[in-house]
């Protein structure tokens, strides 16, 4: 994992640095790498990972709205960080899905709420499963699971790239898919909440109405709590 902090206030950045590095104390986990920048074209021309980006919007040159739309082209698994005392610019940085949006002065403990946040969807976003078919061993990230479905004595894996026929019953991946984001819906359907367009008490569409899941009726209630909990842990 690397962090990235780019803002032209150098004080800030210190500032900053060194909050990071006391969360990763308290968790009692060895830091990464923490890489500083003070101008949207320093940060631009930077090649290396940029996993969670700290970017203050008000900086001489390049302003963070430009910069945060560029690294979301070029890097859409970037979570990003919005820092700025002007709350003004915050539906121009939703544009471009920023992770969350933090004020100056930084409130230490609301940072490490999201901080959290932000390392659980990192982790989750490069775990790999993997899915054994007949043909072989497939590894896949977690996050690019959709849909587990059990047709009869198939059980089929839906997943952004392409599907696979798992050898494993649905059970072993209601056990292997417990990140906060996958709920099984009914005894035949496990789902990927990133992924839902729209649900009624008995259909889920998900992935642009690509693929459907049940949903039990005795269950609506309970999926519908968690998918907004869900929903909220983004915005937060």
């Known amino acids: 994992m690397r962090i990235v902090l780019c803002d032209d206030d150098k004080a800030f950045v210190q500032q900053l640095c060194k909050v ?25 021309a930077d ?9 203050d919007i008000e900086m001489n040159g390049i302003d963070g709205i430009c910069v945060g739309s560029v690294l979301k082209k070029e890097n859409p698994e970037s979570i990003i960080f919005i820092i700025t005392s002007y709350a003004e610019y915050l539906d121009e940085a ?28 990192y982790m989750a976003s490069t775990v790999k499963i993997a899915i054994e078919t007949k043909e072989g ?16 004595r198939k059980v089929m894996i ?5 599907d696979y026929q798992s050898v494993q019953n649905i ?12 709920y099984q819906t009914h005894r035949s359907f496990i789902v990927n909440m990133e992924y839902v367009d729209d ?8 992935c642009q109405n690509r693929l459907q899941a049940y ?22």
């Not at 990071?20 to 631009?44: D, H, M, N, V």
């Not at 839906?158 to 392409?162: A, I, K, L, S």
């Not at 649900?199 to 998900?206: E, G, K, Q, Y």
């Not at 949903?215 to 929903?231: C, S, V």
């Open 20 to 44: 990071l590095q006391e969360y990763f104390q308290e968790i009692r986990t060895k830091c990464p790498e923490i890489a500083y920048f003070y101008s949207g074209e320093t940060l631009l």
């Open 137 to 152: 061993i497939h590894a896949v990230l977690a996050s690019k699971v959709i849909l587990v479905e059990a047709q009869g």
């Open 199 to 206: 649900f009624d008490r008995t259909v889920i569409s998900l």
């Open 215 to 236: 949903l039990t009726r005795r269950k609506y209630n309970d999926f519908k709590a968690a998918y907004l909990l869900y929903l909220e842990s983004m915005r937060k």
């Open 94 to 121: 939703m544009r471009f899905h920023v992770f969350r949006y933090l004020s100056k002065p930084l409130d230490k403990q609301r940072l490490f709420r999201n901080l959290k946040d932000a390392i659980s969807i």
């Open 47 to 55: 090649t290396g990972a940029k996993d969670i980006v700290f970017l």
């Open 171 to 182: 059970r072993y991946w209601a056990e292997t898919l417990c990140e906060k984001c996958f």
């Open 158 to 162: 839906h997943t952004v790239g392409q």
